[in-house]
């Protein structure tokens, strides 16, 4: 089982980006989530969506800004993030693990985890 983020970079305060998490290897339902973690702390959570891309989750500082989506034809399920600030500069990662519903946002609900993007938000 595997995820691989990609679609990080460089943007300016206000800009945008979509990240996206491609899954292989999962053969039943799977709820996908999106961390970040800024230096020299801990993976903290931002958005989080059941299996079958009816119901997401996000916490409050990314609502109304980042949106959480999947393509399950494409195995795939990405994170929209615009009006982004500085504030947003960190590694993101995408979190899997089988079941329907969202799984919040404690780490050890998944169990599959990708290598991370980064993101960097400075003009």
């Not at 089982?1 to 290897?25: F, I, N, T, Y």
């Amino acid at each position: 089982l595997q995820l691989v983020e990609s679609g990080g970079g460089l943007v300016q305060p206000g800009g945008s980006l979509r990240l996206s998490c491609a899954a292989s290897g999962f053969d039943w339902d799977y709820a996908v989530g999106w961390f970040r973690r800024y230096p020299g702390k801990e993976r903290e959570g931002v958005a989080c969506i059941s299996s079958g891309g009816d119901i997401a989750d996000y916490v409050d500082s990314v609502k109304g800004r980042f949106t959480i989506s999947r393509d399950n034809a494409k195995n795939t399920v990405y994170l929209q993030m615009n009006s982004l600030k500085p504030e947003d500069t960190a590694d993101y990662y995408c979190a899997a693990d089988y079941g329907i519903h969202c799984k919040g946002y404690v780490i050890g609900e998944y169990d599959y985890w990708g290598l991370g993007t980064q993101v960097t938000v400075s003009s």
